[in-house]
């Protein structure tokens, strides 16, 4: 099929029907009431087996599952790309590309952290895939996390780490990731285009939900003015960069005005789980309320524009969800957590 990989109606056509072979609700629900032993047998029959087979010699239980899935994951990541070409290509990898930013944040806090590369090649970046091989060889090979930036100044996102100081801490290197990404990728999606225009609402989106997390979570420390104005991300449209200086400047109070006067906003149902996460002392609630906005926009991928890279992008979000949810429904049978409860993160 390679002589198609160039047509957009096929690599659409094809993410598509990927997406319907994913788990619905239902079967995870099924998933989330069995015992642990079960779920290694459940996942395998759910289309990752051969990376079950793969690992099988090597892990057990949980490990097993979470290696099987990553594995399965970065292949499926790296083979959708494989088939896009031109333009959409361009759309697709610049959402893909998140994910590079993500395993050089797991190398970065292995460093930090001390980790192994035993424990890191377990958990989060499986050594059997080829794919992680790079990154493995960075955390053997760095002292500390300056000379982890210096190993990666040839990634798109190299000049960003190695401007930091040389005392910068974690929290300083995963900052300027988030910075470069969302900054780099709104750039990159400025060209006309219906698929573009969507994808960087979608970014948006998710630019407006860290500055409101990262509200909350200053208020909870009493953390205003400067010190909160550089936690916020510019690029949202809820709060434009233009509102950012005022709501650092009064915090939770001054965002709740500027998220009351868009209309566009649901704020009868964040303020109902605001009250939910206050009585539980724990912003649960918030997360769980923001992602489903998020996953909301993200569905209408499934079909606006089908021709186009939106429905690629859809499935690799919705396959990174799957695989998200199904490490959480792991660890939680794993760590003796109610059903219900798990339900109520994941569905």
Same mark, same amino acid.
């Given at each position: ?32 009431? @069995? ?81 192994? !590369? ?32 210096? @190993? ?26 988030? =910075? ?15 698929? !573009?225009?969507?994808?960087?609402? #979608? ?95 993200? @569905? ?11 429905? #690629? ?13 199904? =490490? ?17 993160? #994941?569905?």
């Amino acid at each position: 099929m390679r002589m198609f990989s160039g047509n957009v109606p096929y690599v659409a056509s094809r993410a598509k029907a990927r997406r319907q072979a994913l788990m619905d609700k239902a079967r995870l629900r099924q998933l989330i009431s @069995q015992s642990p032993d079960q779920l290694t047998n459940t996942v395998a029959e759910s289309g990752y087996q051969n990376e079950i087979n793969l690992y099988a010699s090597r892990y057990t239980g949980g490990d097993l599952v979470e290696a099987a899935l990553t594995h399965n994951l970065e292949n499926e990541l790296d083979n959708m790309l494989s088939h896009c070409r031109g333009k959409v290509r361009k759309v697709v990898e610049i959402y893909s590309s998140r994910y590079e930013y993500q395993n050089a944040k797991a190398v970065l806090r292995a460093v930090a952290n001390g980790i192994e !590369s035993e424990k890191l090649s377990k958990d989060i970046l499986p050594d059997l895939n080829e794919i992680n091989t790079p990154w493995i060889k960075i955390l053997e090979s760095s002292d500390d996390l300056r000379s982890a930036a210096q @190993q990666m100044r040839r990634k798109s996102f190299g000049s960003a780490l190695l401007n930091l100081p040389e005392d910068a801490r974690l929290s300083h290197y995963e900052d300027a990731l988030d =910075r470069h990404y969302f900054a780099a990728s709104m750039k990159a999606l400025g060209h006309s285009g219906n698929d !573009s225009r969507y994808l960087r609402n #979608i970014l948006a989106t998710e630019i407006d939900h860290r500055n409101i997390l990262n509200v909350l979570e200053a208020s909870a420390f009493q953390i205003e003015g400067n010190a909160l104005f550089e936690e916020l991300l510019p690029g949202g449209r809820l709060m434009p960069q233009r509102a950012l200086s005022s709501v650092a400047n009064g915090g939770r109070s001054a965002m709740m005005d500027v998220l009351r006067n868009n209309t566009k906003f649901d704020i009868a149902g964040f303020e109902d789980a605001l009250q939910t996460a206050e009585k539980e002392r724990s912003l649960d609630a918030v997360v769980t309320w923001l992602h489903a906005r998020e996953y909301a926009q993200m @569905q209408k991928m499934s079909y606006l524009h089908p021709v186009s890279a939106l429905p #690629i992008v859809y499935y690799i979000a919705m396959k990174v969800k799957e695989v998200t949810d199904l =490490r959480m429904i792991v660890r939680g049978r794993l760590a003796g957590l109610p059903p219900d409860l798990l339900e109520a993160h #994941i569905l």
